[in-house]
């Protein structure tokens, strides 16, 4: 089992950065493909970001090709989200996830809120 805490969300100005993290519990935490999810009001789950298992492939939603990058620490056993030039299109919950393989993931975690405002 993998348990996942989200940090970082909060209110910023359009233009600004953020990173997001995400801290998993397990030993295994390495052999597990991490994804970053958001959710809009209103609006259905979707696909951000994610790294595979052992920090392999890279994947990331053509909506935040060059702005986001996400990236791991195996020793901290945390993944994270550097969000920058933010819109406020991205404004939403962001949910961490694992799974042993993208795009299928079985382990979720709460989600933090990003507003982007001015």
């Known amino acids: 089992q993998v348990q996942l805490v989200e940090s970082g969300g909060g209110l910023v100005q359009p233009g600004d950065s953020l990173r997001l993290s995400c801290a998993a519990s397990?030993?295994?935490?390495?052999?597990?493909?991490m994804g970053w999810f958001r959710q809009a009001p209103g609006k259905e789950r979707e696909f951000v970001a994610a790294i595979a298992r052992f920090g392999g492939s890279i994947y990331y939603a053509d909506s935040v090709k060059g702005r986001f990058t996400v990236s791991r620490d195996i020793t901290k056993n945390e993944v994270y989200l550097q969000m920058n030039s933010l819109k406020p299109d991205d404004t939403a919950v962001y949910f961490c996830a694992a799974g042993r393989a993208h795009p299928t993931y079985t382990h979720w975690g709460q989600g933090t809120q990003v507003i982007v405002s001015s």
């Open positions: 397990g030993r295994t935490f390495s052999t597990y493909a």
